[in-house]
């Protein structure tokens, strides 16, 4: 036999390895899921719906699970750790009570805009509208006060709705997500498909402006004789503080920032004038109700902000920047409305104003002249010295402030002690101030610390917090003993619910239903029963506790808190119970007749 002169048939090509997608339960699939999503701490607790999970979880080396002892708490630390770092909060509940011990939080989240994922265990889909045990229909409710809910039922459709929520929760105008995984979808497998783009029908957040409206906000910015920057929140959101100092310096314009806002601009900065609003600065509520032109940036005329919104900034011609379109004119008619974010449109709008202001050259300094007469007439300050011999709670906020530097994190509660925190510590950057602006959370404060802790280990991180509001969270410190998460706390002990008593001070002719809450003392001679003792509490917890009734104990209290950094901090200031918060205008009443102090002004002409 010769050999053949046809070459040898070539081997027939091998099939082509397909790449097969690695099968895993649906509870493999969210830790999965999150692992891909960068999340590297989430806040939680076990329960039957969410078993399948939780055994996951426990093997994940690169997700921290911190167990806190309420899943309020595992809601507000998601929101510290998101507003402290900019980054989702995540957190995480079983079916039923665990679910609905998740909606406050929830909606603090989605009044303040804050990025954060709740996860939580269904019951089996084959059970679900049957009333089964611990069922409730967790989508329903948080529906109103999510961007999105989800329920899932199937583990392949695990990846595609985590990607879809941290896609909702962190672009446009942040805010949170559920995402609902019945306890059958966490059980079975399916392949695990991450997909390659997120495509949502009807979602599609607008992040640059048009081009004609900010030459139009330019110009009348350029042509302003009193002109303001209203700053929100959506300026601290959007990371647009560098961009912010930018627009003011150029410009020249005052700046308020919100309660929200507070760090958005330095406080130092001369141009700074306060916060506006129910208690905002006197020249920083002069400055709206006076003013020709208000840009507002990332804020919503929020009704603590505005007052009477009929009154608000009658002269005021506005120009209203917001990503999320539903907020332009919602309560203010905008003369020009900008939809974007915050930072690419002050870009955009220092570039045109720098156009504009050389057409028109603008005049600001009568402006100033009367602004700085506010702001010399008006300076914020309190009475150091209560006639009940007690500390004053706004200088023992002071130095908090003072003694930890602007590079801390402070976390209030909600009441009065959250307004001094925000008149009287200086906020210089932003993720500095923390707080539940739109929903006034009380019991925020320690849980929101512990997530800020989690996120900036580095940084000194303060709960201030009141008696009232301390002890609807304050089992937190336990989940701060146990996982090392060394906040301080520094309770502003009124012995009562004192914002609520200074409103029936002021407006029930000082008949005080039901607000003395008996932990702090009535004044120096008068003392009573401490109900509970927060040293010991703070102590039981495996915190340091420290109690403070004079003024020479602060400095070293504090410096004492500061210092330690092995366990929790709580300390007890016992304050007077008499202190109020100024300025004030009270609810339903114009703006303009902001009271400065209760001896200080004109009587208030209520609605
Ligand atoms: C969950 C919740 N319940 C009730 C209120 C109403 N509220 C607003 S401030 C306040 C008093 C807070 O008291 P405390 O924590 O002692 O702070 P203080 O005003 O004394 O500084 C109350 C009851 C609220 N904001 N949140």
Redesign the pocket.
């Known amino acids: 036999m010769t050999a053949s002169a046809d070459p040898a048939p070539a081997p027939a090509p091998a099939p082509a390895k397909r790449h097969e997608p690695p099968m895993l339960t649906g509870s493999g699939a969210i830790l999965a899921s999150l692992e891909k999503l960068g999340v590297t701490d989430v806040f939680g607790i076990p329960g039957g719906a969410i078993m399948p999970f939780y055994d996951e979880l426990m093997a994940s080396t690169a997700i921290r699970h911190i167990l806190v002892r309420h899943e309020q708490g595992a809601g507000h630390a998601a929101e510290g750790y998101a507003a402290a770092s900019g980054r989702v909060g995540v957190a995480i509940a079983t079916s039923g009570p665990g679910a609905t011990n998740l909606v406050t939080a929830i909606a603090d989240a989605h009044m303040d805009s804050v990025p954060m994922i709740a996860i939580t265990g269904q019951v089996f889909s084959t059970s679900m509208g049957t009333d089964a045990f611990q069922e409730v229909d967790i989508v329903g409710i948080t529906m109103p006060i999510t961007k999105h809910s989800f329920l899932v039922t199937d583990p392949a459709d695990v990846p595609a709705t985590l990607a879809a929520a941290y896609q909702i929760a962190t672009t446009g105008r942040p805010g949170p997500v559920l995402v609902d995984v019945t306890k059958d979808a966490q059980q079975k497998s399916a392949p695990f498909i991450w997909p390659p783009k997120i495509d949502l029908p009807g979602y599609r957040p607008v992040t640059k402006a048009h081009g004609k409206q900010i030459v139009a906000a330019a110009e009348l910015l350029a042509e302003a004789q009193r002109p303001v920057l209203y700053v929100g929140g959506g300026v601290i959101r959007s990371e647009a503080g560098a961009e912010l100092l930018k627009l003011a310096e150029k410009t020249g314009a005052p700046v308020v920032t919100t309660l929200m806002a507070r760090g958005a601009f330095p406080d130092s900065h001369p141009q700074h004038l306060g916060m506006p609003g129910m208690h905002g600065s006197v020249p920083a509520v002069l400055s709206l109700q006076e003013s020709d032109l208000i840009v507002a940036i990332g804020a919503r005329f929020d009704d603590r902000v505005t007052g009477r919104v009929a009154d608000f900034a009658p002269l005021a011609k506005i120009v209203h920047i917001d990503i999320d379109p539903a907020e332009i004119g919602k309560i203010r008619q905008a003369d020009v409305p900008i939809v974007g974010d915050a930072k690419d449109v002050i870009v955009d709008l220092i570039a045109a104003f720098t156009d504009a202001a050389k057409k028109s050259k603008p005049d600001i300094a009568e402006w100033w002249t009367r602004l700085e007469k506010l702001k010399a007439d008006f300076p914020l300050g309190f009475t150091d010295d209560p006639d009940d011999g007690l500390l004053a709670p706004q200088a023992v906020i002071k130095r908090i402030g003072e003694l930890s530097g602007p590079e801390a994190i402070y976390a209030a509660?909600?009441?009065?002690?959250?307004m001094w925190a925000a008149q009287f510590i200086k906020y210089e950057r932003p993720h500095a101030w923390l707080n539940s602006g739109g929903a006034?959370?009380?019991?925020y404060a320690v849980p929101a610390a512990m997530g800020a802790k989690v996120a900036q280990p580095d940084r000194l991180v303060w709960a201030i917090?009141?008696?009232?509001?301390?002890q609807?969270t304050n089992q937190e410190l336990a989940t701060c003993t146990i996982n090392d998460i060394p906040i301080k706390v520094a309770i502003?002990n009124?012995s009562?619910?004192?914002?609520?008593?200074q409103w029936q001070t002021l407006f029930y002719d000082g008949r005080h239903s039901f607000t003395d809450?008996n932990t702090g003392h009535k004044s120096s001679t008068e003392q009573t029963r401490m109900v509970p003792d927060f040293v010991k509490l703070a102590e039981a917890y495996g915190a340091l506790g420290i109690r403070v009734t004079k003024p020479e104990e602060i400095d070293p209290a504090i410096k004492l808190a500061i210092e330690t950094n092995d366990r929790p901090v709580v300390i007890d200031f016992v304050v007077s119970r008499d202190a109020m918060v100024w300025p004030m205008v009270p609810q339903g009443v114009g703006n303009s007749s902001v009271q400065y102090a209760r001896d200080h002004a004109p009587a208030w002409e209520e609605e």
């Open positions: 509660g909600v009441g009065q002690h959250q006034g959370t009380m019991g917090d009141g008696d009232g509001c301390f609807m502003i009124n009562s619910l004192g914002m609520v008593r809450l």
